[in-house]
């Protein structure tokens, strides 16, 4: 976990103070909507189809047992019972009241929860990989470079008002699990030759109606550079990208007008003169940002204790445990993902029930921490492996425990026309129909790794452009129509898909996504070769012969 | 000169004014009187673009009591005012799933 201090504490409590005297004066009608919509913006408050919508960042997806019991008491109190769990390691509240807001605000802030800086243009919360600080294939904790940009990038007053919001995401692993290269700004950390630790800097990524993977401009960045470089960066993008079409406002379509290479040098020119001055980083800083992060009093255990290898003759034990339980850097330990996405429901909802549940979980299993990661899934982070048997029999009891992580119905999806006032059609039916289809973990698991994501309309919030199967909704004369691409990933070797063929209606794209997986089946050279490297070989057409032969 | 409003709005059928109610964003339709309704049944009707124009007009200098107005199709049955749209039909009955917890 990581300790706040008293800054950052009056900083949101002052800000609670500022937003409850800003909804009072909008109620009694001192500020019109127009004055009043982008102060709730930068409180992370929307307007969607049926209510006010309350975003909360989870800085680099970490939470506490305290903050997630938090989440579970607003999800109560002031709204359905419910939350939703975004694809940018932030939660979502469909149902709250304006005039509840500030006392909602006010319960978040006691754990230092806030909605800042998850709307309007500026830059959004700073996400990196769930498992950071205990990934085995990590060179260092990313959450500390994530917690240094938040900090700099918090109500800075030059990058408050930008052209259009900032999405920066970090990853410090070999396998990216932060999607880095779909955002403004992706960094991985990695070694140069002399063996040092630094940052590939990619930028001008993102999906939305233009999607772009992230172009490197900077191929290792040392650690001491990285808030100049950022900051050069966002000069640049704040001077010259475009304020008179929302549309050509991201920092994308201005690397992609001006090219990597001008727009590289036009950073490396705002670079030279800041590089050495205030933002060179002193390590001292570093390492007491770097302190702040506790890590658990871990026991010395070894790997595969006997609990575990009695609870394997349990079938259903051993299918979780091959599925939702991944590797830890420390032996006798081991990280548990969770699964949001039971059978038939909505991905990404927690009940406040599930979530003081999880948070009683995390408290007894996993050194009171949990993480929320970009595919809607939390995970718990700190679990003994001697632990496990005792911690499914828990998560299973409250639903969290479906073997399907990374599987074909662990979809990603927007809330879509579902709750939505952008979309254009329905996410969520889809998706539980989807997973009805294969609610046999049989066929899920001979299928293999298989990601769905699926939005509501091109804005792209369910990242549809880099699923192995995207699924997007349009609309055609009243119509909610699909449109699919396959061959998308998020990872490190990430891809945008192709489209597949023309758009199909909504009482067939579950159909449509059963072909595409009989397909996969046919074609695939051996049961090892995941979807994605099938499509890579045999290109999109089979896939289209199949889908389109019978429609 | 033309409003921008004039310049946008080309009714060819029933709507209504919708907006969100400001203290909770619930849905809300404008009535005849002036005031806001839950209920789509009690809301005004109108047919023409002028009249729609005028219905709206009135709605946004409402600046207190609801939010972000705009017209609406509806659909006329000899006993019912219906949404004349899906995403009108999802803000009239609420989302299509079941919500977590009432399943």
Redesign the interface.
């Known amino acids: 976990m990581y300790i706040y201090d008293d800054f950052d504490r009056t900083l949101v409590d002052e800000r609670v103070r500022e937003f409850r005297d800003q909804v009072a004066r ?2 009694s ?1 001192e500020l ?2 127009e004055e009043f919509k982008p102060l709730r913006l930068m409180n992370g408050v929307y ?6 919508m309350l975003r909360i960042a989870i800085p680099y997806g970490t939470l506490s047992s305290d903050q997630l019991r938090m989440l579970a008491h607003v999800a109560r109190r002031y709204d ?3 939350g939703h769990f975004t694809t940018r390691q932030n939660i979502q509240f469909n149902w709250i ?3 509840e807001l500030p006392d909602a605000t006010a319960d978040l802030a006691r754990v230092g929860l806030h909605g800042m800086q998850t709307s309007g243009n500026c830059v959004r919360n700073i996400t990196t990989d769930q498992w950071a600080g205990v990934a085995p294939d990590e060179i260092e904790d990313p959450r500390i470079w994530a917690e240094l940009l938040r900090q700099h990038l918090t109500l800075h007053p030059e990058f408050s008002f930008l052209p259009r919001k900032f999405k920066i995401a970090l990853t410090a692993s070999a396998h990216d699990r932060a999607a880095v290269k779909i955002h403004d700004i992706g960094l991985r950390m990695h070694r140069n030759g002399a063996g040092e630790a630094g940052f590939e800097v990619m930028v001008g990524g993102g999906l939305g109606r233009t999607p772009f993977l992230g172009k490197t401009i900077k191929p290792f960045l040392p650690k001491r550079d990285l808030l100049s470089y950022v900051e050069a960066i966002m000069r640049t993008y704040n001077q010259y990208g475009r304020r008179d079409n929302i549309y050509k406002a991201r920092i994308k379509i201005l690397v992609h007008e001006l090219g990597a290479e001008r727009f590289a040098r036009e950073v490396e020119e705002e670079w030279r003169s800041i590089k050495d001055g205030a933002l060179a980083l002193d390590p001292a800083v570093v390492d007491d940002i770097a302190a702040r992060f506790r890590y658990p009093d871990y026991e010395a255990l070894a790997d595969d204790p006997p609990e575990l290898a009695q609870a394997r003759a349990d079938n259903r034990f051993r299918v979780w445990l091959d599925n939702s339980v991944s590797n830890h850097k420390l032996p006798g330990y081991a990280i548990v993902t969770l699964s949001l996405k039971p059978e ?3 991905p990404g ?5 599930q979530m003081d549940a999880i948070a009683d979980v995390a408290e007894r299993y996993s050194f009171g921490e949990i993480r929320v990661g970009h595919e809607q899934n939390l995970a718990l982070p700190h679990v003994a492996q001697r632990d496990l048997p005792a911690l499914w029999r828990a998560l299973d009891e409250i639903g969290v425990a479906t073997p399907n992580v990374n599987l074909i119905s662990d979809i990603i999806a927007c809330p879509g ?3 939505c006032s952008l979309a254009n059609a ?1 996410s ?2 889809v998706a ?1 129909e989807i997973t009805r289809r294969f609610k046999d973990l049989d066929l899920a698991r001979n299928l293999g790794r298989l990601h769905i994501n699926i939005s509501g309309c091109i804005n792209a919030c369910g990242h549809h452009h880099i699923g192995h199967i995207g699924i997007l909704g349009v609309e055609k004369n ?3 129509y699909y449109q699919v691409t396959i061959g998308g990933r998020a990872d490190e070797g990430a891809e945008l898909g192709k489209i597949l063929g023309p758009a199909v209606p909504y009482g067939e794209i579950a159909d449509v996504v059963e072909d595409i997986a009989a397909a996969y089946l046919e074609l695939r050279e051996r049961p090892d070769e995941i979807f994605i490297d099938t499509v890579a070989r045999v290109g999109v057409d089979p896939f289209k012969e199949r889908v389109y032969a019978a429609r | 000169m033309t409003s921008p409003l004039q310049q946008k709005l080309k009714v060819t059928g029933p709507v209504v004014v919708t907006a ?1 109610r ?6 809300v339709y404008r009535s005849a009187d002036g005031s806001w309704t839950k209920d789509l049944a009690a809301a005004a009707v109108v047919t023409t673009t002028p009249a729609a124009i005028e219905l709206l007009t009135a709605a946004l200098a409402d ?2 009591k609801a ?2 107005a705009y017209v609406a199709p509806v659909e006329l049955t000899p006993q019912h005012v219906l949404p004349g ?3 009108e039909r ?2 009239f009955n ?4 079941a ?3 009432e ?1």
């Open positions: 909008r109620l009608g019109t909507e307007l969607q189809l049926h209510a006010y359905r019972n419910y009241k304006l005039e038939g429901a909505p909802d927690a009940t406040a029930q026309l579902d709750y329905r969520i039916p539980e009243g119509e909610e | 969100n400001l203290g909770d964003g619930a849905v600046k207190l939010v972000d749209n899906l995403r999802i803000r609420g989302p299509t799933v919500l977590p917890g399943r």
